[in-house]
């Protein structure tokens, strides 16, 4: 199931498990480039780091892509390259996995957000 993008629009890119995928797939934003490249990447717990930062590397140098979403558990593996990255895009938003409480102290994006607006507060 792919949709065409228009001219001009950006995706959104999934990193994690098969749950996630499929209901990105579901609700019609799944997408094959033209060349062949899908914007989503099935990984658990036992996918290898080495995949995880293809996959990233990728989405983020994407022209395409405008929002990546990580399973922060899987973010949890590459957390050195989401900290690294400091383009405004594809914005990184990182959620919870099926089984995984979500933990806001890890999330690279909502603690780059926080010491914004502590600096911002400070002036």
């Known amino acids: 199931?792919?949709?065409r993008v228009r001219?001009?629009?950006l995706l959104v890119a999934v990193i994690g498990e098969e749950d996630l995928i499929t209901g990105l797939l579901l609700t019609g934003l799944g997408n094959i480039s033209?060349?062949?490249q899908p914007n989503y990447f099935i990984a658990?717990?036992?996918t290898p780091r080495e995949d995880i930062e293809e996959a990233f590397h990728k989405f983020t140098h994407r022209?395409?892509?405008?929002?990546l979403i990580i399973t922060q558990y899987i973010a949890e593996k590459i957390r050195d390259k989401l900290e690294e990255f400091e383009n405004p895009l594809p914005a990184i938003l990182e959620v919870p996995g099926k089984n995984i409480e979500y933990d806001s102290s890890k999330?690279?994006?909502l603690r780059r957000a926080q010491r914004l607006f502590a600096?911002?507060?400070e002036r």
Do not use: F, L, Q, Y
């Open 63 to 67: 022209h395409d892509i405008g929002i």
């Open 7 to 9: 001219e001009g629009s």
């Open 119 to 121: 600096v911002r507060s």
């Open 34 to 36: 033209d060349s062949k």
């Open 44 to 46: 658990d717990i036992k």
């Open 1 to 3: 199931m792919t949709t």
């Open 107 to 109: 999330d690279a994006i």
